[in-house]
């Protein structure tokens, strides 16, 4: 069934709608091996592709979609050699304006699929995972979003609020071909897991006085577009070794929502890097972009490794996870020190009462290793060696209130959660069951230094309190994955960062504020930490810029946000990552967001459809699949002469292997007043830059100027690993920035 939603929504008051890919889990489901589902991907229809989703209605509709459905059955067949093993194999057949259709296929069937021509791509049905108030004060919003691009999801269901949420539809098949029959349990877009209702409220959540987790951080909740209109596409289920969310889903809800006509897509979720024609999320949002529908999506959970981003695509707008000036200190208290951690825990200490302390490892159980002691497994601890006294366990490999469980379960009166070297000084606030408190690595030395030194330690936790304006703020959270961009080293990733740890949002009731079956706690609100977090943020402000300016592209959205970032603290100091070390645009990308900067950019780096076939023509896609697309009316041909990726007008620069020098074309399109723009630039090191010319007159708003950057090395060992500079148009009022990121070539043997 086609879902229709009203045309009476009013374009600028409420005309974009935003939607969210996201997670809810229903009951247990019983596993089986993977089976051998693919996506076959045909581009563009060639049946002609729908201008907007009012083109054909009812009856028509239906024929259209049945013309396409069997146009896909004829293809299989071909192959199989009989129609109606071809219906049965086919799970779902994309039919409005992504191409193509997804299959249980023998491996042979599927190689032999991919050998035909209009075909672009053949690949498995891969998983995903997901990347799991003060925030929008905190980037200085100060536009309350009349009209805007954004929704939220409260309360107990998806259907709560039913003038804010005006649709929900779940997509599980591609799920079900990997793990075999659902029960009906899964035939639903209820939320019973909380991650859609709390990334989807910060986008465009309504204002709710009295938010609040467990009485922390109390105030006005809203999104970034409170006024906007949303819908929800549920393709995420629970985790099958890792993956959750698979990409026959992930087409099947993008095919839908561009049909829908959203204005919005915020995708908090993802996978290792793979060629774009085999990643059912660069196909989906490639799709999405054309239409002029904006997509951004998570950089991944998985820093502080370098080159661990996802979501690459040139025309993705990935975000990164930094925090916010919004704390909830709770004190340990030993000796002479009073260490600074971070807690939503309910529940306090006695007061006026010190409380024997003990190192986790030094109190594993008889049959435990001192390793899954140390990190506080469940059971993994001795209740005569632990009974009412304060417990220290040091952070990673289970989930961090688990651990708090485990010294519970075990007759510990608290927890102090240490950090380990990887996450430095990165500390989240966690609504843990007893009281805790979670400190940085740096602290956790000094603590485990004093447990070891002393005949018969003891201490306190202080209750947590909330406190604001704190500092420095933001930095990079250890956890948001970070560049180089594996897949195209010339494109910058991340493109962006934003409030992305301790965030406060709305949360389903079905589920406890930390998702762990032992957890019987419920909240209306929660605090949660990852990109999956950071993501809504974005949305929100595109939101409002697409309300704002409802005829500008995708791209120059993106590089309106991007230009108009910051790389300064609240200290205006350069921003640190989580071990207080100066961080680089491969964890932020162009800075970290700010809304109201976005708002009066000057100028912005533009891109079209051909723009993006022309980059994949530069990377080697051969000619005929390209040719599946259409521009205009016509279909697409790669130019004569294919593109350097240097020359991509992306809003940053960057030369992953500069042997010598390289003279890299830009062009900038005035949104803003006319007048005149001069340029500045601090190089990167060892690199030597220049630009031609030095200033640039627009003298009407759309005219558009070209500039050239010459870049060349100066001091081959400086630049041998990744430098960093920027480069930045100004007429005195805006500044139009653009981070220029290098690596040298090696010297030839």
């Avoid at 009203?6 to 809810?24: C, G, R």
Wanted: charged share 20%; glycine share 10%; proline share 6%.
């Amino acid at each position: 069934m086609q879902y229709r939603y009203p045309s009476s929504i009013p374009v600028l008051d409420h005309k974009y709608w935003y939607s969210a890919l996201h997670l809810h889990k229903p009951e247990s489901v019983q596993f089986c091996n993977p089976t051998g589902s693919y996506v076959v991907y045909l581009g563009d229809h060639i049946h002609g592709a729908r201008e907007s989703p009012s083109e054909v209605e009812g009856e028509e509709e239906e024929s259209y979609n049945k013309r396409v459905t069997e146009s896909h059955y004829d293809l299989l067949s071909s192959v199989l050699g009989d129609n109606k093993e071809a219906q049965d194999a086919i799970f779902y057949s994309y039919t409005n304006y992504i191409n193509g259709f997804a299959a249980m296929l023998e491996e042979d069937t599927a190689n032999a699929i991919a050998k035909y021509p209009g075909v672009v791509s053949v690949f498995p049905n891969r998983g995903h995972k997901l990347h799991t108030t003060r925030s929008w004060k905190f980037m200085g919003l100060e536009r309350d979003g009349a009209g805007a691009v954004a929704g939220a999801v409260a309360g107990d269901s998806l259907w709560t609020r039913a003038r804010k949420l005006i649709g929900a539809r779940y997509f599980n098949k591609g799920y079900a071909a990997f793990v075999g029959g659902l029960n009906s349990t899964f035939d639903t877009p209820r939320d019973t897991d909380g991650h859609g209702t709390h990334t989807l409220s910060t986008a465009g959540g309504s204002f709710v006085p009295g938010a609040n987790v467990f009485g922390y951080g109390n105030g006005t909740a809203k999104g970034g577009s409170p006024r906007a209109r949303v819908v929800a596409y549920k393709v995420c289920w629970p985790p099958v070794n890792g993956s959750e969310c698979f990409d026959a889903d992930i087409l099947a809800a993008f095919d839908a929502a561009i049909h829908d006509g959203v204005g919005v897509i915020s995708v908090s979720l993802g996978g290792n890097p793979d060629s774009f024609f085999d990643d059912g999320l660069a196909i989906g949002s490639f799709h999405a972009v054309r239409k002029g529908i904006t997509v951004s999506c998570s950089a991944g959970n998985s820093g502080p490794m370098p080159g661990s981003v996802s979501n690459t695509a040139p025309w993705i707008f990935t975000v990164g996870a930094s925090t916010m000036d919004r704390e909830f200190p709770a004190y340990a208290i030993f000796g002479d020190k009073k260490l600074k951690g971070q807690s939503l825990s309910p529940t306090r200490l006695a007061k006026n009462k010190l409380y024997p302390m003990v190192s986790s490892k030094d109190a594993k159980a008889a049959n435990q290793s001192e390793n899954d002691a140390e990190l506080c497994f469940l059971g993994s601890l001795d209740p005569k060696k632990v009974k009412d006294k304060i417990v220290v366990c040091l952070r990673g490999i289970n989930a961090r209130v688990e651990k708090g469980e485990a010294v519970l379960e075990a007759g510990g009166a608290g927890m102090v959660l240490a950090n380990d070297v990887t996450t430095g000084n990165e500390i989240i606030a966690d609504a843990h069951v007893l009281p805790a408190t979670h400190i940085t690595y740096s602290d956790g030395k000094v603590f485990f230094s004093y447990l070891q030194s002393t005949q018969s330690p003891h201490g306190y936790i202080t209750k947590a309190i909330t406190e604001l304006n704190t500092k420095p703020a933001p930095f990079m959270a250890a956890f948001s994955s970070q560049g180089p961009n594996t897949v195209n080293p010339e494109i910058l990733k991340p493109d962006i960062t934003a409030p992305g740890v301790s965030v406060i949002a709305a949360y389903t009731r079905a589920s406890s504020p930390t998702g762990l079956a032992f957890d019987h706690r419920r909240v209306s609100f929660n605090s949660d930490s990852g990109t999956s977090m950071s993501c809504p943020h974005i949305s929100g402000v595109v939101g409002l810029l697409k309300t704002l300016y409802p005829h500008w592209s995708p791209a120059a959205i993106k590089s309106a946000i991007m230009t108009s970032a910051r790389t300064r603290d609240n200290k205006e100091e350069p921003m640190l990552n989580s071990s207080f070390v100066r961080a680089t645009p491969f964890s932020y990308g162009s800075g970290h967001v700010r809304p109201n900067r976005a708002m009066d950019p000057g100028l912005v780096y533009d891109l079209t459809t051909s723009d993006y076939l022309n980059f994949l023509c530069a990377l080697g896609y051969k000619a005929d699949q390209l040719a599946l697309f259409t521009t205009g009316t016509a279909p697409y041909k790669c130019p004569a002469k294919p593109i350097r990726l240097e020359d991509f007008n992306y809003p940053s620069i960057t030369v992953p292997n500069l042997s010598g020098s390289i003279t890299v074309s830009r062009t900038v399109k005035n949104v803003g007043p006319l007048g005149t723009y001069t340029v500045r630039v601090r190089p990167p090191k060892g690199i030597q830059v220049a630009v031609r010319p030095k200033s640039l007159k627009f003298d009407s708003v759309g005219e558009e100027k070209k500039f050239q950057v010459v870049l060349k090395v100066k001091n081959r060992a400086a630049a041998s690993d990744y430098v960093f500079g920027v480069l930045v148009w100004s007429d005195g009022k805006r500044y139009v920035r653009s981070p220029l990121v290098v690596k040298a070539a090696g010297r030839k043997p």
